[in-house]
């Protein structure tokens, strides 16, 4: 790929809640740009982008798809880079990894549903990694459709500033095209031809004023972000040229000020080239999004690289996929430098250099043979022996960390067995290469009953494993009833002075400290350890401090009541005295582990559950019998709406452990009428009675061994 091509070359990504048409949309892509000859369709298991099993079945997207295609605009040849994500809140890891590398995305909503729990999601995490992005309405023949409530919703819910660039030709079944108010000309697609031909004619005489009235409201925005445009505009907006219009959308747009809004039907093929083209035209090269930063492993000093293939190579593996054909497939994004097939590229975690047997430009599960992936690019490579999500990939002389992804931690957890005693091998290793893909996704063996627990985001997650167990590693389970992955927390400041000491012939152990152990400070919010060193004149030595840290960060992971892992805490280390012979960095760090379990057990310990943000749409007559079964699984109902269709929707906050199989139940109270999504909030303080209701449970497991 020559280096002037890189100002044509889109990472972008299609997010969106579940059932938006993400998926739809990007076979679509994959159609128009002429990379498949036949259109895919996700109801019917024939998706291009959702090639796994599950997927086909199901009708979602599970894990996210990369594509690479071309689309011709303006006289020039665009690269796309195409990820498809999925919407479902359990696949979340997903979305994050994918917008960490991405350059620009394609925030998509449904016509009718507008802007919903997941689409907030996807916003904020959007909002997180700085991903510049452009609105589509999708789905705008569905009986109910409303281009501009999505607007305004996306104002009111996401607090963006989305700017229309088309108004529709009709709404619903009688939805034809669209104006777009940038040429001032009306688009509409040829159903006989799939939609792959269009004609551009002058705007009906019906839509005119509703159309000057959008363009002089779409002119207005954009006149802040260009001084010219504002003069102009102000002077004569009938002399701002087409040019002078898309120049300053794309520099609002990559500024992230102004969020473009087209709209259309990707099922019924309109609406998808307008998407292409001003998907080239707003959203950024790598170029644009300009060089990265990074910390130097030895030095820790910023390190700055340049998205130019002559600077040294920096790449992020944001993905690793397990592929039956070519083994370990690693998915990386390369920011500076190049990668080449065959070559040695230094994993800047492990401190170990790795040799990439082949790389591929991805096409959904099928991978392409190329030689070299330069920057700016996004490919995949074969070989790695030790590598995980988030990792640097560099050179050895010119080493480099790129921030990387933080990942919610699972909240709900199934214990696991194989059925025949024979498989135990082939589930150890089917479990470890999935944990390896997701980092969501958890395996621990419960010390205390032997069994093999695995964790993730939800019911959904945790069905898919087993599914793919199954299919991909031909592992038959049983399997226990979900726990909720509860967490422990310590409610009061304890003053305690721990000394560990140890003789037994030869060289003793010795270590003393005075601490000061209770909950963080309301401004410590990165949540772990917050330890402060508060010895005076060396009466522990610097050298001993870190073990005694490294002492409470370890003993964290179990907690005192049922050895569930504590969140936060704040340690003072106030003083403590030594032995000249028996000291030594190992005795600090066993006092320190002694110090939490003395500590802990009197600074009044409490469990905390996981509480879900939930939001259920149900028809007006259901929402009495909603409401009380939310009531009776302790949930809290914090708003009501109305939605456009007449439903009314719910929000309340409920704890997970009251929510396993709450779809079913929905089903039955409403008459499979109502829907529901949820999402993690927060940790939550439980109650005293189904604490000791949840620790008695804990003891029964413990005891039966």
Request: glycine share 8%; hydrophobic share 35%; net charge negative.
């Amino acid at each position: 790929m020559a280096k002037q091509d890189l100002h044509l070359t889109r990472n972008i990504g299609i997010m969106a809640h579940i059932d938006a048409g993400k998926t739809t949309t990007s076979e679509r892509i994959l159609f128009y740009t002429g990379l498949t000859h036949k259109i895919g369709e996700t109801h019917d298991g024939t998706a291009t982008m959702d090639w796994m099993a599950q997927e086909q079945e199901r009708g979602i997207t599970i894990t996210s798809a990369a594509t690479t295609t071309r689309w011709k605009y303006d006289g020039n040849t665009y690269k796309i880079n195409l990820i498809d994500t999925p919407g479902h809140v359990d696949f979340t890891v997903e979305v994050e990894r994918s917008l960490r590398v991405l350059d620009g995305a394609v925030a998509t909503y449904c016509a009718v549903g507008g802007v919903e729990p997941q689409s907030e999601t996807v916003w904020r995490q959007a909002d997180k990694y700085n991903v510049p992005r452009i609105g589509y309405v999708n789905k705008m023949d569905r009986s109910g459709a409303d281009f501009f409530e999505v607007v305004r919703q996306m104002k009111d819910v996401l607090g963006a500033n989305p700017c229309p660039i088309v108004v529709p030709i009709g709404a619903e079944e009688t939805f034809k095209g669209v104006v777009d108010l940038i040429k001032m000309k009306a688009i509409l697609w040829h159903d006989e031809t799939m939609g792959a031909d269009y004609s551009v004619e002058d705007i009906p005489a019906n839509l005119l004023a509703e159309c000057e009235e959008w363009r002089d409201k779409m002119l207005e925005s954009v006149a802040d972000y260009d001084d010219s445009l504002m003069e102009k505009y102000f002077d004569d907006p009938s002399t701002i040229t087409e040019e002078e219009i898309l120049r300053a959308l794309r520099n609002a747009t990559i500024q992230m000020a102004i969020v473009p809004m087209l709209c259309g039907s990707s099922f019924k093929n309109k609406g998808v080239q307008t998407l292409l083209d001003y998907a080239c035209a707003f959203l950024p090269s790598p170029l644009d999004t300009g060089s990265v930063t990074g910390t130097n492993p030895n030095t820790g000093e910023e390190v700055v690289r340049q998205p130019d293939e002559e600077d040294k190579t920096a790449a992020l593996a944001f993905k690793i996929a397990t592929d039956p054909y070519v083994g370990r497939l690693t998915f990386f994004r390369v920011y500076s430098g190049k990668i080449d097939a065959g070559s040695y590229v230094f994993n800047a975690r492990s401190g170990k250099k790795e040799r990439v047997s082949r790389i591929f430009q991805m096409h959904s599960n099928k991978q392409n043979p190329v030689e070299v992936i330069g920057a700016g690019d996004i490919g995949a490579g074969v070989g790695f022996k030790d590598i995980r999500t988030g990792d640097t990939l560099c050179d050895e002389n010119a080493p480099i960390i790129l921030e990387s992804m933080d990942f919610p931690d699972p909240v709900i957890g199934i214990a696991v067995e194989p059925k025949t005693q024979k498989d135990m091998d082939k589930l150890a290793n089917g479990l470890a290469k999935l944990a390896e893909e997701d980092p969501t996704f958890t395996v621990k063996t419960d010390e205390q009953s032997g069994q093999t627990v695995i964790s993730g985001m939800g019911e959904l997650h945790l069905d898919i494993i087993i599914d793919r167990l199954k299919r991909e590693f031909k592992v038959e389970c049983n399997q226990g009833r979900p726990q909720v992955n509860y967490k422990e927390a310590i409610t009061k400041n304890i003053n305690l002075r721990e000394v560990y000491k140890k003789q037994s012939g030869g060289r003793g152990k010795f270590a003393d400290i005075i601490v000061e152990v209770g909950p963080v400070d309301a401004d410590f919010t990165q949540g772990g350890l917050q330890f402060v060193d508060e010895v005076k004149g060396g009466n522990i030595p610097k050298e001993f401090i870190p073990s005694v840290q490294k002492g409470f960060v370890t003993a964290m992971k179990n907690g005192v009541l049922a050895g569930y892992p504590l969140d936060s805490l704040k340690v003072r280390l106030i003083d403590g005295s030594f032995h000249a012979v028996d000291s030594d960095q190992l005795s600090f760090e066993i006092c320190a582990i002694q110090a939490y379990k003395n500590a802990c057990a009197k600074a009044g310990p409490v469990l905390m559950e996981p509480i879900m943000k939930l939001e259920v749409v149900t028809p007006e007559e259901s929402m009495g019998d909603v409401i009380g079964d939310l009531n009776k699984r302790r949930g809290q109902v914090e708003g009501m709406e109305s939605s456009r269709s007449g439903a009314r929707i719910v929000k309340a906050m409920v704890p997970l452990a009251e929510m396993f199989g709450y779809v079913t139940a929905l089903r039955t109270i409403t008459s499979g009428r109502a829907t529901s999504s949820m999402t993690y909030d927060h940790h939550a303080q439980v109650s005293q009675s189904i604490a000791k209701a949840v620790l008695e449970e804990v003891k029964g497991r413990t005891d039966l061994l």
